[in-house]
């Protein structure tokens, strides 16, 4: 069976503590949020779950079935606690008390896939011969952020890429958001970050921002905008977008029409905690009210 999408990462157990104290566990990860948005799209998904093989509840939470999805043993389950400071959600401390295993290419399940999506939560999730390694397979696609976010004794600190000039180029899809467009970048100016990073060998940029998504080949640069009516469901926004963009790439259809549908998915996401549990006609629903 060929599939559209393979998501590769850790699985995590997240503790979300609200800006005004109410505190929130489950399962999370880019893994997971991704998993349920590529489905949404109508798109076929097989996901590679990094995780302690003794928390099959998380596996169990995905709501699929044995055929899309497989448990890569680890020492550790990943558990992350996010602490939101602001109304709006978009300033968090994020803190890690455990991290999974890296995930080596001889683990990598053999399921023939159009993409491969890197979803890492950490920099240590993937060895750099991963990359170098799928980009033999298929498409290969990366959330930045798990090449950018280091785990130091629990705090969570962004720092540069050091070898992004050497490894970029293996990416045909590559998601940021704005922050991490900055860091790698070292410009504010999305445009022209997206612009900086395909000069550096990415195919196909996403960059997510808390008012909308950005998406840019190299000829020509599209933008949708976020339209969420509230923002419980802010935990696991970019994975949203990305997962449901790859699907809509996957199945062949072009970037603006990927990308309008990915923020529609998103912004119908962010109205509620939890992954996006929607089908493609919700998606399509919700797009006719709040964007046609």
């Keep these: 069976m060929n599939h559209d999408v393979m998501l590769i990462g850790p699985a995590c157990r997240d503790e979300n503590i609200d800006y005004d104290g109410t505190v929130v566990r489950g399962v999370g990860g880019a893994v997971f949020f991704c998993d349920f948005a590529v489905r949404a799209s109508g798109a076929d998904v097989f996901s590679a779950v ?116 050497d490894y970029l180029k293996y990416f045909d899809f590559l998601k940021t958001d704005a922050a991490e467009a900055k860091i790698i970048t070292g410009t504010e100016d999305r445009l022209e970050a997206a612009k900086q990073m395909i000069a550096w060998g990415v195919k196909e940029v996403v960059i997510t921002h808390n008012t909308e998504v950005l998406a840019y080949d190299g000829t020509e640069a599209f933008t949708c905008p976020i339209k969420a009516r509230n923002l419980s469901g802010r935990t696991g926004r970019g994975d949203t977008t990305m997962g449901s963009y790859l699907g809509c790439r996957a199945k062949g259809l072009s970037i603006p029409e990927s990308l309008r549908f990915a923020t529609a998915c998103v912004s119908l996401k962010m109205e509620q905690p939890g992954p996006v549990k929607a089908t493609r006609e919700d998606v399509e629903t919700y797009l006719a009210e709040f964007y046609d």
């Design 50 to 165: 990094k995780i302690n093989e003794k928390d099959t509840d998380i596996i169990d939470s995905f709501e699929t079935d044995s055929s899309h999805i497989a448990l890569l043993p680890s020492r550790l389950t990943t558990l992350m606690r996010n602490t939101y400071t602001t109304p709006t959600r978009e300033t968090r401390i994020a803190e890690c008390l455990a991290q999974s295993d890296p995930i080596l290419p001889a683990e990598i399940p053999d399921e023939p896939s159009t993409i491969y999506h890197l979803a890492g939560l950490l920099y240590g999730d993937f060895p750099l011969e991963l990359i170098t390694e799928l980009a033999k397979k298929g498409k290969v696609s990366a959330d930045i952020q798990g090449f950018l976010r280091h785990n130091e004794n629990g705090s969570m600190n962004f720092h540069d890429w050091d070898v992004k000039k």
